[in-house]
């Protein structure tokens, strides 16, 4: 898979079903970030990247990454809290991270969690 590096803003909860078409039944949304072009879902059950490709036409790709694909990942973000907030994730046979770039005040401490339960 090419490089992921996506710019992004954390998506409200409210906004959580706009994806149901993405989602399977029962599958819940835990957090969310959404950039110009492609929105991160990470659900209970695994990692799912909706993008929209405007080329030609318009094109929406969406791909399933398994939590048990995770094999390390890490969060950087300014002490001072002024800085962008940086989470990126390694995935088995994939020398590209998915690499989420967000705003200052961005918290990833939530899918820092749910991450780090999914590699137990």
Known sequence: MALRTFDVTA?????????????IE????E??????TTTVLFTDRRIVT???QVVISE???TTTLSYRA??????????DGAG????RIMLESDGHPLHL???PGTDFGPVQALLAQRML
């Open 59 to 61: 094109r929406i790709e």
């Open 26 to 29: 029962g599958e819940r949304v």
């Open 31 to 36: 957090a969310a970030f959404r950039g110009e």
């Open 101 to 103: 770039r967000a705003d």
């Open 50 to 52: 909706v993008q929209v």
């Open 84 to 87: 962008r907030s940086e989470l």
């Open 11 to 23: 998506l409200a909860p409210e906004r959580f079903g706009d994806f149901a078409g993405h989602l």
């Open 70 to 79: 995770v094999r390390q990942f890490s969060i950087n973000r300014a002490a």
